[in-house]
């Protein structure tokens, strides 16, 4: 029942905030990125990289893992790697990075029970730990511009199928700009207007244009 005596000016529990999150990132290699054909690769990288860049400023913990880096799938992206470069990766042989030990215990010592989840493909590498995430009560959030498919089709349906078993669909500018939720926190405004400069497109040049013309405008 709706107890309007009840209503204040306050965040819902469901919000992302660098407290209560982790990012997840999976798989994000040079072998995946070959077969990936839901979208542009490169918009893909981008969005990736603009979501590490937003953990990183805003000191969310951040566990990255790789599956058969030397074999077959290559090395972490080196973009990513340069975001988290005291971070140790996580190779598996595991499909499913839930299956994994040294993953599962990295995002338990986080204490941190929403997973911000991202990687390649999201029908194999990424629906099988948001699934078992999910089946652990866990709370998935999942990074779709961030991650990609074998197809459109492959992607669009692991997405459905992640969204009815509970998980949430965000993309990176809605994480970054969720964690920042309130433009006066100024130990973290700089940081962000960097990020959204150099990863948000359009977004980003609207930065550059209000803080070069009109800023010199209100300061004239």
């Known amino acids: ?9 306050a ?20 072998q995946m990125f070959f077969g990936t054909g839901s979208g542009d690769r490169a918009a893909i990288i981008n969005s990736t990289v603009g979501l590490a860049k937003a953990a990183r400023a805003f000191d ?23 975001v988290f470069p005291e971070n140790e990766v996580i190779d598996r042989t ?6 994994d030990e040294a993953l599962v215990a990295a995002v338990k010592a986080t204490g941190r029970k929403k997973i911000v989840l991202a ?3 999201t029908e194999v590498c990424l629906v099988l730990p948001a699934l078992s995430a999910l089946e652990q ?3 998935v ?3 779709t511009d961030a991650s990609g498919g074998v197809s459109p089709a492959a992607h669009e349906h692991a997405l459905q199928r992640m969204i009815a078993a509970g998980a949430v669909p965000v993309t990176w500018v809605q994480v970054l700009l969720e964690l920042q939720r309130d433009w006066a926190r100024q130990e973290t405004y700089g940081a962000v207007m960097e990020i959204v400069k150099a990863h948000a497109g359009a977004y980003g040049l609207g930065v ?6 009109i800023g010199a405008h209100a300061a004239g």
Do not use: R
């Not at 595991?94 to 299956?99: V, Y």
């Not at 550059?208 to 013309?213: D, I, N, P």
């Open 208 to 213: 550059v244009y209000a803080q070069t013309v």
């Open 60 to 82: 969310v913990p951040a566990v990255l893992t790789t599956v058969a880096a030397e074999s077959f799938s290559g090395p972490l992206l080196p973009q990513l790697a340069e």
């Open 1 to 9: 029942m709706f107890d309007i005596t009840q209503v204040q000016a």
């Open 94 to 99: 595991t499909m499913n990075a839930w299956e």
């Open 141 to 143: 959030y999942v990074v």
């Open 11 to 30: 965040p819902s529990k469901d919000l992302l905030t660098p407290d209560n999150s982790v990012m997840l990132f999976v798989d994000h290699q040079p």
């Open 137 to 139: 009560g866990y709370e």
């Open 119 to 121: 990687g390649l493909w």
